[in-house]
């Protein structure tokens, strides 16, 4: 029997071994919420209630995925200059970030070492499907003489933070489809190879950013374990954390809890790069002035 590993495959494993770790900090936060506590921390509680239910199950409604996916397709599938609008995010907002805290000259050093890192095209092992003979399989940087045992630990620990490799298209993908064989017919193929450029211009943000943002953190900061029992490094971290505030989160659990379902989903979906840019510069803005909550 061939078993083919799906996103939604991945995605389901992955809440299955994150659900006991995740029921308990919420109860250890509905806990909190039971006596008197500051008003910032009662509005995190209470945000964190309303998501709950998307948290445990992140699939939005079966009305939504369909309008998401079909917003999708009609804008960004086949679309090429949507891919290059995409890749100006790392000039545009990656470099501003990493040259505000590492300086100018390294981040410009860092971004371009990562661009000839991404540049090798790995091929990743996402999916074994091919059209007319050419693999769909995505391009990475994380692959061949590159994959050093700190670059395989930097890439397990990211994608299993939902830093790399999670896109749009698979995000769609797994609310859309509900069976191993409506992911691997034709319509399927067509649709990812119409829309690899995009997809993979979403990975290249996110890889070149990681790799940029990890070595510079690296060199300021150390690379030491943040506990004796976690593979996780302070660069590590950092790292993850600038990648998420200049693409912003993979996971739509992660998000906005405005874009993780209805009508916020739909339109969130394909105008995600003009959201994620507004969000940013309110954060920025509201970083600098503290009248700003």
Known sequence: VRVFQTPEIFSELSLLENVDGLNSAIGALEAEGGGKVPPVIASVIESVQKRARFMRNPTPGALASKLSWGGYTWFILGNISSAIVNLTQI???????????????????AIKDGFKAYFKFHKDDNTRLKVLGVPLADRTAFGGDFMTPEMKTLYDVALSKGIIRRTTSQELQEAKFGNVDSMTG???????????????????NREVSLLAAYNLAKEKYGNKKISKDSDVTIAMERAFEI?????GPALAEAGPQLFQDSWGKVIGTFKRFALSQLYLQYKLLRDINPLIN
Do not use: D, I
């Open 91 to 109: 000039p545009l907002v990656t470099y501003g970030l990493l040259a505000g805290e590492f300086g100018h000259v390294k981040a410009a050093g």
């Open 186 to 204: 034709r319509l399927v193929k067509t649709e990812m190879a119409l829309g690899y450029v995009f997809q993979n211009s979403e990975r290249a």
């Open 243 to 247: 990648v998420e505030q200049a693409n």
